[in-house]
């Protein structure tokens, strides 16, 4: 599976990015998919995460709750982050992540800077 992200910018605080991640390859292996972040200086962390093909269960991390929204188009097998009212503190760098049973795949990072 090869993930190619896309969507990352400056924006000033309170506004708004769409991340997109399209996956290809062996897609039908996918589990679930997920956005994680680096913060300089501080561990990769799980943002945002979504079931797969028919299961579409999410998950948001405390921080971005009511703020950020996940979603994918299976046809176009592309994931999406919506980032709304957007803060300083979620300036990093956001990374695409899918999972198998037995593997992880990663996309490449895309930098998401918030200015005050």
């Known amino acids: 599976v090869q993930l190619q992200a896309s969507g990352g910018g400056l924006v000033q605080a309170g506004g708004s990015l769409r991340l997109s991640c399209a996956a290809s390859?062996?897609?039908?292996?996918?589990?679930?998919m997920a956005w994680y972040r680096q913060a300089p200086g501080k561990q990769r962390e799980l943002v945002a995460r979504?079931?797969?093909?028919?299961?579409?269960?999410?998950y948001y991390a405390d921080g971005v709750k009511g703020r950020f929204t996940i979603s994918r188009d299976n046809a176009k097998n592309i994931l999406y982050l919506q980032m709304d009212s957007l803060k300083p503190e979620d300036t990093a760098v956001y990374y695409c992540?899918?999972?198998?049973?037995?593997?992880?795949?990663w996309g490449q990072g895309t930098q998401v800077t918030v200015s005050s």
């Open positions: 390859g062996s897609t039908f292996l996918i589990i679930y």
């Open positions: 979504i079931g797969f093909d028919s299961d579409s269960t999410t």
């Open positions: 992540n899918a999972r198998s049973r037995n593997t992880n795949f």
